[in-house]
């Protein structure tokens, strides 16, 4: 029996604007945090996922959060290659 292959969306790409989508945002959008929690405990989440949602919607900025997490940045050092130039028969 043949495969295929599934057409799996680029990381980061934008999905669809679809009619369904639209909805799920507006309805988030207009949540507080106690229905926030309660959606998020209907979901199966514990005491500890919630926690760290309530810490993630109050903390730091997610491009702070992600530069302070992962490894010091090294300097980038930059090194100039040569340009080669083919060599082209007559």
């Not at 199966?44 to 992962?70: K, R, T």
């Amino acid at each position: 029996m043949p495969t295929r292959k599934l057409n799996k969306p680029p990381e980061g790409a934008k999905m669809k604007e679809t009619a369904d989508m639209i909805a799920w945002r507006q309805e988030f959008e207009e949540m507080d945090m106690q229905a926030h929690k309660t959606r998020l405990k209907s979901l199966g989440l514990d005491d500890d996922d919630i926690a760290e949602f309530e810490e993630m919607e109050e903390g730091a900025p997610l491009e702070e959060e992600i530069m302070q997490a992962g490894p010091p940045l090294k300097e980038k050092t930059t090194t100039k290659k040569k340009a080669v130039k083919k060599a082209t028969k007559k």
